[in-house]
């Protein structure tokens, strides 16, 4: 069973930069899917970003396109997402997923369809 497990997170001021880490222990995340999700306080959890297995393809959701990017290393077995121009919005807690099925199938941005969690990073965005 896949174990994810995110850092990289943390305390920054509005306009800052943060990037998140998502490594995979346990078994190889190569053959998945991965995605980050965040949950604010008393919101339900949310799509950010996604990308294919290969790395060649990617979703972003419209709220952080244009200041996010996913991206992903194989041979590290782990998965990023690069964080810029922040705001206070942005503030949550992060979390990363494993997805089998494939990106074609357009299922990336619903959290049912995410088959392991990691334990979730919080970012904090001060205004």
């Known amino acids: 069973q896949a174990q994810l497990v995110e850092s990289g997170g943390g305390l920054v001021q509005a306009g800052g930069s943060l990037r998140l880490s998502c490594a995979g222990s346990g078994r190889t995340i190569t053959n998945y899917v991965m995605g980050w999700f965040r949950q604010a306080p008393g919101k339900e959890r949310e799509f950010v970003a996604a990308?294919?297995?290969?790395?060649?393809?990617?979703s972003h959701a419209d709220a952080v396109k244009g200041r996010f990017t996913i991206s992903r290393d194989n041979a590290k077995n782990t998965v990023y997402l690069q964080m810029n121009s922040l705001r206070p919005e942005d503030t949550a807690v992060y979390y990363c997923a494993a997805n089998r099925q494939s990106f074609a199938s357009r299922t990336y941005n619903q959290r049912r369809a995410y088959d392991y969690w990691g334990q979730g990073t919080q970012v904090t965005v001060s205004s």
């Open positions: 990308i294919s297995w290969s790395g060649s393809s990617t």
